[in-house]
């Protein structure tokens, strides 16, 4: 009778600490989830250069935890699409309101300079700029006259040849 009561009450005490057991394993699995709130931010699909129009094959909307986003990201693609870059974009990176030029504005003159190059101003009148003909985009040669004394010591000379024309006055662009 002895052993029976032995086994009994070894029997209930294992039933106990297989029955704490579990309910301690389970406490630890139980972690405490938190809701992340997700939002959209517009992301580049690839590089884009600075002074870029942005198209909306160049851009997609992802979704981030809210924790992540930077105050400048744009939410939404409509926001960027047809503005030009300030700044260049990597691939992957947040698109950011401070690398963009607001909308409706056209990009100054330092965007249409290619790096390593310069722009140099040439005064013209409405006859040397060839009575208005020569236009943005169009390339020209650049010659030099000097005055001698008399007219055999005149002297013409290229200084520049298939230079860009970046600007005629304050306009970038030719006016259709």
């Known amino acids: 009778m002895k052993r029976r009561k032995l ?13 704490l057991t579990y309910t301690y394993i389970r406490s ?11 939002a959209g931010e517009v ?7 600075s002074g870029t129009s942005v198209g909306s094959n ?4 992802v979704k981030v935890p809210e924790t992540t986003l930077h105050p400048e990201a744009v939410s939404s693609p409509g926001e960027v699409i047809g503005r ?9 990176e947040q ?11 056209r990009p100054s003159l330092s965007f249409a300079i290619p790096s390593g190059k ?19 985009g169009d390339r020209v040669d650049i010659l030099a006259t000097v ?9 013409t000379s290229t200084v520049l040849q298939d230079v860009e024309v970046l600007a005629i006055a304050q306009d970038m662009e030719e006016e259709v």
């Open 7 to 19: 086994f009994l009450v070894a029997a209930i005490l294992g039933l106990l600490a297989a029955t």
């Open 28 to 38: 630890i699995q139980r972690v405490e989830t938190h809701e992340v709130k997700e």
């Open 43 to 49: 992301v580049a699909t690839g590089d884009i250069p």
């Open 58 to 61: 160049m851009v997609r909307l």
């Open 84 to 92: 030009i870059t300030k700044a260049p974009i990597v691939s992957g």
């Open 95 to 105: 698109v950011l309101r401070n690398r963009l030029l607001p909308a409706g504005v």
């Open 118 to 136: 310069r722009a140099v101003s040439v005064a013209v009148n409405e006859v040397v700029g060839v009575a208005g003909f020569v236009k943005p």
């Open 147 to 155: 005055d001698g004394s008399n007219r055999e010591d005149t002297i």
